[in-house]
C-alpha cells in the first residue's frame, strides 16, 4: 500500500528565505508524485508532478522538488519565499494503475516579513 | 469551461438529517472522486468512480454513499449525518486515459454536524 509522510506540519520561514518542505514516500510500485497547494478557503491546485524521466521536477511559482528513489523522497524547495507562497501543501502519491491519491498530512508555510 | 463545481458552499446539518453534497464537472472526465479534510490528517479518500456506473470505495467510506449515472455528476449522500462527520468536502476529477494526470478539485463544501 502506498503512503507519505511529511515531515514537519507547519513551517515558517522570513520573506527572501529558502523554502523546504519535506516527504517521503512508500510504494510497492515506481510511484507517481505530486505536490498541491492549498490557499486559505480555497481548493487544491496542482504545483508539479513527478511521473518517469528527469528526476529535478520543476512547477509554478518557482517550486521545484527532486525524486530520490533511494531516499523514498521528494521534497519541495524554493529559493527565495515570496509572502504570497504562505498556504498548505500537501504531498501525494499514486501508483498509477487505479488514479487513488494518497495524501500527506499537509504542511503549513508561513512567511514572516 | 466551470471546471469542477460544488454546491453548498456550507450546510450545518443535525444529527441524524440527511443530505446530498452534489458535484458536477463539464471537462469530460471519467474520473470523479469525493474526499474530505480534517485538520492535521490531510485529504482521505471516501469515494470515487472510474466511470458512469462504477463506484467503489476509499479509504473511509462508512457513513456516505454515491452513484455516478452521468459522467457530469457525482453526489455526494449522508444517509444519517453524525458530528463525526463535520468536515470539509472536495470533489475531483481527473482527465481519462491517464493516471498520473492531475486531479482537479471543487472549491469545497464545509459541512458542520451538530
Known amino acids: 500500500a502506498q503512503s507519505v509522510t511529511q515531515l514537519g506540519s507547519h513551517v515558517s520561514v522570513s520573506e527572501g528565505a529558502l523554502v523546504l518542505l519535506r516527504c517521503n514516500y512508500s510504494?510497492?510500485?515506481?510511484?507517481?508524485l505530486f505536490w498541491y497547494v492549498q490557499y486559505p478557503n480555497q481548493g487544491l491546485q496542482l504545483l508539479l508532478k513527478?511521473?518517469?524521466?528527469?528526476?529535478l521536477v520543476k512547477g509554478i511559482n518557482g517550486f521545484e522538488a527532486e525524486f530520490k528513489k533511494s531516499e523514498t523522497s521528494f521534497h519541495l524547495t524554493k529559493p527565495s519565499a515570496h509572502m504570497s507562497d504562505a498556504a498548505e501543501y500537501f504531498c501525494?502519491?499514486?501508483?498509477?494503475?487505479?488514479?487513488?491519491?494518497?495524501f500527506g498530512k499537509g504542511t503549513l508555510l508561513t512567511v514572516n516579513p | 469551461n466551470a471546471g469542477v463545481t460544488q454546491t453548498p458552499k456550507f450546510q450545518v446539518l443535525k444529527t441524524g438529517q440527511s443530505m446530498t453534497l452534489q458535484c458536477a464537472q463539464d471537462m469530460n472526465h471519467e474520473y470523479m472522486s469525493w474526499y474530505r479534510q480534517d485538520p492535521g490528517m490531510g485529504l482521505r479518500l471516501i469515494h470515487y468512480s472510474v466511470g458512469a456506473g462504477i463506484t467503489d470505495q476509499g479509504e473511509v467510506p462508512n457513513g456516505y454513499n454515491v452513484s455516478r449515472s452521468t459522467t457530469e455528476d457525482f453526489p455526494l449522500r449522508l444517509l444519517s449525518a453524525a458530528p463525526s462527520q463535520t468536515s470539509v468536502y472536495f470533489c475531483?476529477?481527473?482527465?481519462?486515459?491517464?493516471?498520473?494526470?492531475?486531479?482537479?478539485f471543487g472549491p469545497g463544501t464545509r459541512l458542520t454536524v451538530t
Open positions: 513527478y511521473t518517469t524521466g528527469a528526476t
Open positions: 501525494a502519491v499514486s501508483e498509477g494503475s487505479n488514479y487513488k491519491l494518497t
Open positions: 475531483a476529477s481527473q482527465p481519462p486515459g491517464s493516471p498520473f494526470s492531475e486531479q482537479y
Open positions: 510504494s510497492s510500485v515506481p510511484p507517481y
